[in-house]
């Protein structure tokens, strides 16, 4: 009876210990296996856009005057006289930041009286031509792109004093002749979508006022050649851009946009003969023509014409239109004459005031 006693007594003992066993158990807190891992993210670093013009050898010509030579002799004097061509050093375009860019140059002619430039032509060209004289000037039609930290083909600037200059130019000074390049992002880096994010980026140098087309165009100059379109921004009654000389207007199938307020015109000419060829001319939001011309002769060659006024002829004034698409109304003045050949434009839109129409 005793040992069954004993055992019970153990037993009851043991389920004792084990509920309070079981009870400390319950109010533990398990512990479980954890870890961390991280990793750094990399600098954003922004690529370099940067601009030089060199010499030959790589050396900056930044804000240093590029003087003309005679050929074979660059110390020799050169003395500007009529039929005579000069060139400058050759120089190149640097880019040197690491980024790519596409570029235009351009001549800048500042504080000029337009009579001393019209006997000088200038010209842009490569320089590896053989005959500069004859060389055809440098037309960016493709905005050339440079990849970051290369450089452009070597250019110089020729001169040539017209065969015809008189005597008036004798003693005369020419300065305030610039070559200014401008830039813009180019579609060559990619991101997540594909090298063309920057596709549309504009050149600062796009004119945007009359006196910015002034200096990129150098409309001083006769022979006048666009290596880009170009959107113009005007107010008021003056004209964006004014022709009062012969001038020979090249658009080389590129197109120049006048948008503005007012009483603005597009071009105006006031005086003497010219030719506007190879392109297009649009004026948008202003109450005067694209293009209005006075006392002068004008010869508008493969152009489109686009305005609500698109061309005025005043009085004293002959127009030719030779294969030509005119959007717009057409005024003819008294005592203005304007010849039409193979040229397309709105019937219903030409105001004939007592001028000349001639179909040819």
Same mark, same amino acid.
């Given at each position: 009876?005793?040992?069954?006693?004993?055992?019970?007594?153990?037993?009851?003992?043991?389920?004792?210990?084990?509920?309070?066993?079981?009870?400390?158990?319950?109010?533990?807190?398990?512990?479980?296996?954890?870890?961390?891992?991280?990793?750094?993210?990399?600098?954003?670093?922004?690529?370099?856009?940067?601009?030089?013009?060199?010499?030959?050898?790589?050396?900056?010509?930044?804000?240093?005057?590029?003087?003309?030579?005679?050929?074979?002799?660059?110390?020799?004097?050169?003395?500007?006289?009529?039929?005579?061509?000069?060139?400058?050093?050759?120089?190149?375009?640097?880019?040197?930041?690491?980024?790519?860019?596409?570029?235009?140059?351009?001549?800048?002619?500042?504080?000029?009286?337009?009579?001393?430039?019209?006997?000088?032509?200038?010209?842009?060209?490569?320089?590896?031509?053989?005959?500069?004289?004859?060389?055809?000037?440098?037309?960016?039609?493709?905005?050339?792109?440079?990849?970051?930290?290369?450089?452009?083909?070597?250019? &110089? @600037?020729?001169?040539?004093?017209? #065969?015809?200059? =008189?005597?008036?130019?004798?003693?005369?000074? *020419?300065? %305030?002749? +610039?070559?200014?390049?401008?830039?813009?992002?180019?579609?060559?880096?990619?991101?997540?979508?594909?090298?063309?994010?920057?596709?549309?980026?504009?050149?600062?140098?796009?004119?945007?006022?009359?006196?910015?087309?002034?200096?990129?165009?150098?409309?001083?100059?006769?022979?006048?050649?666009?290596?880009?379109?170009?959107?113009?921004?005007?107010?008021?009654?003056?004209? &964006? @851009?004014?022709?009062?000389?012969? #001038?020979?207007? =090249?658009?080389?199938?590129?197109?120049?946009? *006048?948008? %503005?307020? +007012?009483?603005?015109?597009?071009?105006?000419?006031?005086?003497?003969?010219?030719?506007?060829?190879?392109?297009?001319?649009?004026?948008?939001?202003?109450?005067?023509?694209?293009?209005?011309?006075?006392?002068?002769?004008?010869?508008?060659?493969?152009?489109?014409?686009?305005?609500?006024?698109?061309?005025?002829?005043?009085?004293?004034?002959?127009?030719?239109?030779?294969?030509?698409?005119?959007?717009?109304?057409?005024?003819?003045?008294?005592?203005?004459?304007?010849?039409?050949?193979?040229?397309?434009?709105?019937?219903?839109?030409?105001?004939?005031?007592?001028?000349?129409?001639?179909?040819?």
């Amino acid at each position: 009876m005793r040992d069954l006693r004993y055992i019970k007594e153990s037993l009851i003992m043991s389920c004792i210990s084990m509920l309070l066993c079981i009870s400390l158990l319950a109010g533990t807190t398990w512990a479980w296996f954890r870890d961390n891992a991280t990793t750094p993210i990399g600098n954003i670093e922004a690529g370099t856009f940067c601009v030089d013009l060199v010499d030959a050898d790589g050396g900056s010509i930044r804000n240093i005057p590029l003087s003309f030579q005679q050929a074979g002799d660059a110390g020799k004097q050169v003395l500007w006289e009529p039929g005579a061509t000069y060139y400058t050093k050759p120089f190149r375009v640097s880019n040197t930041g690491t980024l790519a860019f596409k570029y235009r140059l351009f001549l800048v002619f500042e504080n000029q009286n337009k009579s001393d430039l019209e006997s000088i032509y200038f010209r842009l060209v490569k320089a590896d031509e053989i005959n500069y004289r004859t060389a055809n000037p440098v037309i960016f039609e493709t905005n050339p792109i440079l990849k970051g930290e290369t450089e452009s083909d070597l250019y &110089v @600037l020729v001169g040539s004093m017209r #065969a015809d200059a =008189d005597n008036s130019l004798q003693g005369k000074e *020419v300065g %305030g002749i +610039g070559i200014k390049v401008a830039v813009a992002q180019a579609s060559h880096e990619s991101d997540i979508t594909g090298p063309d994010y920057d596709l549309n980026a504009e050149y600062l140098a796009d004119a945007k006022t009359p006196a910015e087309l002034a200096a990129i165009l150098g409309v001083c100059i006769p022979n006048i050649e666009f290596s880009g379109s170009f959107a113009a921004e005007a107010s008021g009654s003056e004209p &964006v @851009l004014t022709i009062d000389y012969d #001038a020979v207007i =090249d658009l080389k199938g590129f197109e120049f946009t *006048v948008n %503005g307020t +007012g009483s603005t015109n597009g071009i105006l000419l006031s005086s003497g003969s010219s030719t506007i060829r190879n392109g297009s001319i649009s004026a948008n939001n202003i109450s005067d023509s694209a293009i209005k011309v006075r006392s002068s002769e004008l010869v508008l060659e493969h152009m489109a014409i686009n305005g609500e006024q698109a061309l005025q002829c005043l009085s004293g004034s002959k127009v030719t239109l030779s294969n030509c698409t005119i959007t717009g109304t057409i005024c003819v003045a008294k005592d203005a004459e304007l010849t039409i050949k193979e040229s397309a434009y709105s019937a219903d839109k030409l105001i004939v005031e007592e001028g000349a129409v001639i179909n040819q």
